[in-house]
């Protein structure tokens, strides 16, 4: 039952989810961090030593919070969707989120707050994209999620970065979300 509701958590909407306990992050790994930082990727970013992670279809990682019983579990997906220069179909950083926003939309009481500005910067990379929260329900249990969208440097991708979490859950995960994003170094 958990599988499954993570999977169609997953392939319903671009999401991430993060875990419990509050961790601190440094430029190197320290002690109770994994690092995933695969060739093709563009990226490299720390996450907890008690997660899990997966690589499905092209470029996308998705980080899973482990927890106990059988209840749905925090993640956070970072996915690559080519523009249409590289034959895709997402023209600027405003379509993808308007794709996010029809597929949320989709699920049952979809709330979709306005979508705001956000700058990635670090290590002089500049960034100008988008990030949305939103709240949905899928299969009678409620969640919450956090997304942005970054274009690539070269202008034939975008980055997708989503933490989701069952709604009574997100505020607890929630830092180390931010831990994870805050770790997450773009190499494009």
Request: charged share 25%; net charge neutral; proline share 5%.
């Amino acid at each position: 039952m958990m599988k499954k509701t993570i999977a169609l958590s997953l392939s319903m909407v671009l999401v991430l989810c993060g875990v419990s306990a509050v961790m601190v992050w440094a430029d190197d790994a320290p002690m109770g961090t994994k690092v995933f930082d695969e060739k093709g990727f563009g990226y490299a970013i720390q996450y907890p030593d008690n997660w899990l992670y997966y690589t499905q279809q092209a470029h996308t990682a998705v980080f899973i919070g482990k927890g106990p019983g059988d209840r749905s579990l925090p993640t956070v997906m970072i996915k690559s969707l080519f523009s249409d220069k590289a034959g895709g179909t997402f023209k600027d950083v405003d379509s993808v989120i308007a794709d996010l926003e029809k597929q949320l939309r989709a699920a049952e009481q979809a709330i979709v707050f306005n979508p705001e500005p956000f700058v990635y910067a670090r290590d002089g990379l500049n960034l100008k994209g988008k990030q949305v929260v939103t709240e949905y329900t899928l299969k009678d249990e409620k969640f919450k999620e956090w997304a942005l969208v970054l274009p690539r440097l070269n202008g034939e991708a975008f980055f997708v970065w989503a933490y989701t979490a069952p709604r009574k859950a997100y505020d607890e995960y929630l830092p180390v979300a931010k831990a994870m994003f805050h770790s997450w170094v773009i190499k494009d």
